[in-house]
C-alpha cells in the first residue's frame, strides 16, 4: 500500500540548461579555484564569472552556487564525487 503523504524526488528532464549546484565547505585561499577546476572537467561551459559566492559570519565556511548545463544524471554523480574528493567540499546539494 502507497503513503500518499510520502514525497517523490523531483524529476530531472536532461539536458537542463541552468541545472544549479550548491557547494558548501571549508574556506581557504583556493577553494573557488579547486572548486573550478573540478566543474570545469565535467561542465567546460562553466563561467567562472557567473557563480555566486557567499562566506558565512565566522569566515569559517564558504559557499559556491555554480549553474551547469546538466547532460545527464552520472554527470551530476560525478561531479558530486570529485568535489568531495578534494577534501574541503563538505555538502553538494
Known amino acids: 500500500m502507497s503513503n500518499e503523504t510520502e514525497q517523490q524526488a523531483p524529476t ?5 540548461e541552468n541545472y544549479p549546484i550548491k557547494i558548501i565547505g571549508d574556506s581557504c585561499d583556493d577553494f573557488i579555484e579547486i572548486i ?3 566543474m570545469q572537467r565535467h561542465a567546460p561551459e562553466v563561467d567562472p564569472s557567473a557563480i555566486t559566492r557567499r562566506d558565512s559570519s565566522n569566515g ?4 559556491v552556487q555554480v549553474c551547469i548545463h546538466a547532460q545527464c544524471i552520472e554527470q551530476l554523480e560525478d561531479i558530486n564525487r ?3 574528493e578534494t577534501g574541503i567540499v563538505r555538502m553538494v546539494l
Not at 12 to 16: A, D, S, Y
Not at 60 to 63: C, D, I, P
Open 60 to 63: 569559517r565556511f564558504l559557499s
Open 12 to 16: 530531472i528532464e536532461f539536458p537542463c
Open 82 to 84: 570529485d568535489l568531495r
Open 36 to 38: 573550478m577546476a573540478v
